[in-house]
């Protein structure tokens, strides 16, 4: 059974501090998304990455796809009140087109 | 707005009833998946409707069944209501094709079974 473990679980921060959330598993994944929910709304993707090694930017976001495919983080600069919300990463693995998604990283910026 | 609709917002059973679930996709796609998520934790994969055919289960029983129209809309069906049933229910549709897929969730269905 595929198991994507995110860490950490809950993470409070001040307004302007930064912060990384890991992804992690022990299966390979062909392509790797990130997606951030608020309450009462369904996920939204931020990004897909799909390359080991891969790096991508959105704004003050950095991604990157672990070497191997099994794991993935996000970083947030600078993080601001509106990043607050629940990450999530999800992964697909070679021949399915099913993602399985992680246990989430609770994310609160106080200002 | 991800053109993803869900009916209806929130519902309240009783432990072995039966409910009815709808999703109707963005235009254009064609793939509609259906996830269940628990307070606090990430969504579980349900299972996956691909040209009116499943194409792809998660560990649910066989009292979760699901329904894709010619339309690409979609039905998620839970018989033998149990109170562990009580979730978000997220819909989220597709384009399958070339290509790594970006899923665009609804707002979500919240089942509360007493």
């Known amino acids: 059974t595929q198991l994507l473990e995110q860490s950490p679980q809950f993470l409070s921060i001040q307004e302007g501090e930064n912060l990384t959330v890991y992804c992690n598993s022990s299966?390979?994944?062909?392509?790797l998304q990130w997606y951030r929910q608020e309450p009462g709304e369904g996920p939204v993707l931020l990004v897909t990455?799909?390359?080991?090694?891969e790096v991508k930017k959105l704004k003050r976001l950095t991604f990157q796809f672990g070497d191997a495919r099994k794991d993935s983080s996000l970083h947030i600069t600078a993080a601001q009140p509106g990043d607050t919300g629940l990450y999530l990463c999800?992964?697909?693995?070679?021949?399915?087109?099913?993602?399985?998604f992680g246990t989430g990283t609770r994310l609160k910026v106080l200002a | 707005e991800t053109g993803v609709t869900q009916s209806p917002t929130h519902l309240i059973k009783t432990r072995g009833q039966q409910v009815t679930l709808r999703c109707s996709s963005q235009?254009?796609?064609?793939?509609v998946s259906w996830y269940q998520q628990a307070l606090g934790q990430g969504p579980q994969f349900i299972f996956q409707?691909?040209?009116?055919?499943?194409?792809g289960r998660g560990n649910f029983p066989p009292r979760f069944s699901g329904l894709q129209f010619p339309n690409y809309s979609s039905e998620l069906n839970v018989n033998a209501l149990e109170l562990d049933d009580s979730a978000l229910y997220l819909c989220?549709?597709?384009?399958?094709?070339?290509?790594?897929?970006?899923?665009?969730f609804g707002s979500g269905t919240q089942l509360s079974v007493l």
């Open positions: 989220a549709s597709s384009l399958r094709g070339r290509g790594n897929e970006k899923l665009f």
């Open positions: 299966s390979v994944f062909s392509s």
């Open positions: 990455v799909v390359t080991g090694g």
């Open positions: 999800a992964g697909a693995t070679s021949g399915t087109y099913k993602y399985i």
């Open positions: 235009s254009g796609h064609n793939t």
């Open positions: 409707y691909y040209r009116e055919e499943e194409n």
